[in-house]
């Protein structure tokens, strides 16, 4: 090569060497995103994602010393200026109001909502009491809609937009034995995201909904009564539970509460810019083919 070219060369291998070195900036920052039910797992695991990418988080959850042990761990990985946590319950109306106001005042806005608190309780159709029935709608039908209600109103109001993803189930879309009651409520938690969806276009709203299936790990739902009761249904032991829900799998995997937290991160963020109404199966495949 003539000697200025092959100058030019090696002057611009060590400008992009030098870029490639360079932190990247965070794709999540000067965000603001809300996650309920931020004291289970995979709450945790979301608000850890995205706080990782720059967000500011505030964390809510109805069981409150569950919540400040959450809020402790995370200011181990972000500082306090990024993350608060606030306790409420999102099936009631009041509650939900104070909180978005909230997380506006101490954050100045709402860009993310991660809608993903929620319990599991159910039984046979015929041992479905009415209470069983009203807790599965309470808290995962109308609690999701009076939060994202809210966040709709703040985000409307920004002029900017947002994002907001749901995490629901795979017995949204499939039926699991024993536990209608709970497969209804997810099935109605998709459908509202899509309704959502269709009034956010016109504002810039995203909606999107991550399904999991059996997050065994990290999450409080698999503590007690309802490992049993899934052990039962399908004639295991209690303990054999992951290797049985990983030996279903199409893929011979157990999902994760990191595996959910990466799905929202990706809906909640600019990546997924052109996606809304969609439902995104993190499922090891469970929701598209039987596999025994
Ligand atoms: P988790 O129990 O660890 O977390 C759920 C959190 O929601 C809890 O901390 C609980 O206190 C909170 N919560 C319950 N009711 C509330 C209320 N009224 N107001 C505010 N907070 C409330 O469970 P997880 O596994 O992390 O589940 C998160 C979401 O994922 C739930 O919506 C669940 O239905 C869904 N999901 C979980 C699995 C799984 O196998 N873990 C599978 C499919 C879907």
Known sequence: LPEQEAFDIEYWLLEEAKLQRMPKPKSLAGRVALVTGGAGGIGQAVARQLLAEGACVMLTDIDG???????QSLLKVAGKDNVAAAQGDITSEAQVEALLAATSLRFGGLD????NAGIASAAPLEDTTLEIWNRNQ??????????????????KQQKIGGSMVFVASKNGLV????????????????HLARCI?????AVGVRVNVVNPDAVIRGSRIW????????AASNKIETDDIEEFYRQRSMLKLSVLPEDIAEAVY??????SGKSTGNVLNVD???AAAFTR
């Open 266 to 271: 990706f809906l909640a963020s600019d990546k």
């Open 175 to 190: 039926a699991s034995a024993g536990a209608s009651a709970y497969c209804t409520a997810k099935a109605a938690e998709i």
């Open 223 to 230: 503590d007690g009564k309802w490992k049993e009761e899934r």
């Open 284 to 286: 090891a495949g469970n």
């Open 138 to 155: 309470n808290i995962l039908v109308t609690g999701y809609f009076l939060v994202s209600r809210g966040a709709f109103r703040l985000m």
């Open 112 to 115: 993310i909502l991660v809608s």
């Open 197 to 201: 969806a269709l009034e956010g276009a």
């Open 65 to 71: 010393a569950a919540l400040e042990e959450a809020r």
